[in-house]
């Protein structure tokens, strides 16, 4: 079955760094959009980081803008995001998404069932 599968969450200082891998089976991530997404406890869910099916074009909200670095791997059908500087507000559930564009959440079409980052003081 298709499925997504994320890891390398856990819990670190604020000011470390952590990096998130999302791997596919079932089918290639090459003609998608990938993204991530992150809902802390009581919170909305909220798109984190996007990269174009191509691979040149990126883009992340303004809260981790200079911080996170999405990337992507074809060969490996990995994507990754690269988490510097943590802080106490990156505390979430990260999820990594696939979608035909990168149009935001309603634009992906499938999820993985995430992967908990936890950082602390």
């Known amino acids: 079955q298709v499925q997504l599968v994320e890891s390398g969450g856990g819990s670190v200082q604020a000011g470390g760094s952590l990096r998130l891998s999302c791997a596919a089976s079932?089918?290639?991530?090459?003609?998608?959009?990938m993204g991530w997404f992150r809902q802390a406890p009581g919170k909305e869910r909220e798109g984190v980081a996007y990269?174009?099916?191509?691979?040149?074009?990126?883009s992340y909200a303004d809260s981790v803008q200079g911080r996170f670095t999405i990337t992507r791997d074809r060969a490996k059908n990995t994507v990754y995001l690269q988490m510097n500087s943590l802080q106490i507000e990156d505390t979430a559930m990260y999820y990594c998404a696939s979608g035909r564009t990168c149009s935001g959440e309603l634009g992906m079409d499938y999820w993985g069932k995430g992967t908990l980052v936890t950082i602390s003081s």
């Open positions: 990269i174009s099916r191509g691979g040149l074009s990126t």
């Open positions: 079932g089918y290639s991530f090459s003609p998608y959009c």
